[in-house]
């Protein structure tokens, strides 16, 4: 699995876009870019995931470069309640997932 | 359709005693992955289960810890004679049968082991 990178920690206004960097410049061709959350040490929920193409569902919309190398989540209007930690991870190998210390968001009222 | 179910929520164990953790998939799942996270740390990766068969434990400590997934009846992680390091939260997660890249998984609300 590729590794990830990730800043520690970001903040975002309440009701503003949050948008969640992720460096994973040794991807191979067919692993999928995948996020999940983890809100306050309870079990991770899965977000999103892409493997070329930008995706968006209900949750949030998964911007991913052409290289490959990063993408970008991003949650149109954060709130209060999208306080948590963010992971993205890298895979092609089922569920096993390598999930690295993630970024803690903050949602500021 | 309930979700994962994992018990119990909380344990406490004596170092040396024996640590049994239980995961119940979502229903119609045969696939459980087996994670643990210390404090302050990312999840990390221990064990891949399908019904009666472990696909992966490259994750798994050599010693003390095993894992089971019977024909009938939720998944197992035993810990023996656990010490102070075991002490973390431990995940469950469940996929349907034949992963693809789409195949999301589904989380357990985790058990919290503290080791005394």
């Known amino acids: 699995d590729a590794k990830t990178t990730q800043p520690t920690s970001m903040d975002c206004a309440e009701g503003r876009a949050a948008n969640l960097p992720c460096n994973h410049s040794?991807?191979?061709?067919?692993?999928?870019v995948y996020w999940y959350r983890q809100i306050h040490s309870q079990g991770p929920q899965y977000i999103i995931h892409?493997?070329?193409n930008n995706e968006t569902n209900e949750m949030a919309s998964l911007i991913i470069t052409e290289d490959r190398k990063s993408s970008t989540l991003i949650l149109p209007h954060a709130t209060l309640r999208d306080t948590a930690v963010y992971y993205c991870?890298?895979?092609?190998?089922?569920?096993?997932?390598?999930f690295g210390t993630g970024t803690s968001l903050t949602v500021i009222p | 359709n309930a979700g994962v179910m994992q018990n119990p929520r909380h344990l406490v164990r004596r170092r040396g005693q024996e640590a049994r953790l239980r995961c119940s998939p979502m229903?119609?799942?045969?696939?459980v992955y087996w994670y643990r996270q210390l404090p302050e740390e990312g999840l990390k990766f221990m064990v891949y289960?399908?019904?009666?068969?472990?696909?992966?434990e490259s994750g798994m400590p050599k010693e003390r810890f095993s894992a089971e997934f019977p024909k009938e009846g939720p998944s197992i992680l035993r810990i023996q004679q656990v010490v102070r390091g075991d002490s973390a939260a431990y995940f469950c997660?469940?996929?349907?049968?034949?992963?693809?890249?789409?195949?999301?998984?589904?989380f357990g609300q985790g058990t919290r082991l503290t080791v005394v």
């Open positions: 997660a469940s996929s349907p049968p034949g992963w693809t890249p789409n195949t999301e998984a589904f």
């Open positions: 040794t991807i191979s061709g067919n692993e999928y």
């Open positions: 892409g493997l070329k």
């Open positions: 991870i890298g895979s092609n190998t089922g569920n096993q997932f390598y």
């Open positions: 229903k119609g799942h045969s696939h």
């Open positions: 289960l399908q019904k009666e068969n472990i696909i992966d």
